[in-house]
């Protein structure tokens, strides 16, 4: 069974760090691609950035414009593990963050949800201003 557990979410204030773990297991991960959503009460989902599987020992990587510079997405295949590492918090990332993974393989750098087969149950993060 394919599970991706959230965690590391909490209460920040703007200016501050934080760093979500996603730890995957059910299948190999390694070979896709992984992405991080988020998501407010109300609201649609929203892209943050995804990975790409290595090649070659490459990462590739792909960010919404509105974390460009502020976050980034490491991966650690022996862990099977993604993270979002979160800098420069505002108040507007306040939301639930979501991690994602397509079918096996699939190495697309998409912001587009439907592609994501399989979703973890959020963690919280809150940046007070």
């Known amino acids: 069974q394919v599970q991706l557990v959230e965690s590391g979410g909490g209460l920040v204030q703007a200016g501050g760090s934080l760093r979500l773990s996603c730890a995957a297991s059910?299948?190999?991960?390694?070979?896709?691609?992984m992405a991080w959503f988020r998501q407010a009460p109300g609201k649609e989902r929203e892209f943050v950035a995804s990975?790409?599987?290595?090649?070659?020992?490459?990462?590739?990587?792909y960010y919404a414009d509105s974390v460009k510079g502020r976050f980034t997405i490491p991966r650690d295949n022996a862990k099977n593990t993604v993270y979002l590492q979160m800098n420069s918090l505002k108040p507007e990332d306040t939301d639930g963050y979501y991690c994602?993974?397509?079918?096996?393989?699939?190495?697309?750098?998409?912001?587009?949800?439907?592609?994501?087969?399989?979703w973890g149950q959020g963690t919280q993060v809150t940046v007070s201003s």
């Open positions: 990975i790409s599987s290595s090649d070659r020992r490459t990462y590739y990587t």
């Open positions: 994602a993974a397509p079918p096996a393989g699939k190495n697309e750098l998409s912001p587009n949800e439907a592609l994501y087969d399989y």
């Open positions: 059910g299948r190999t991960f390694s070979n896709s691609a």
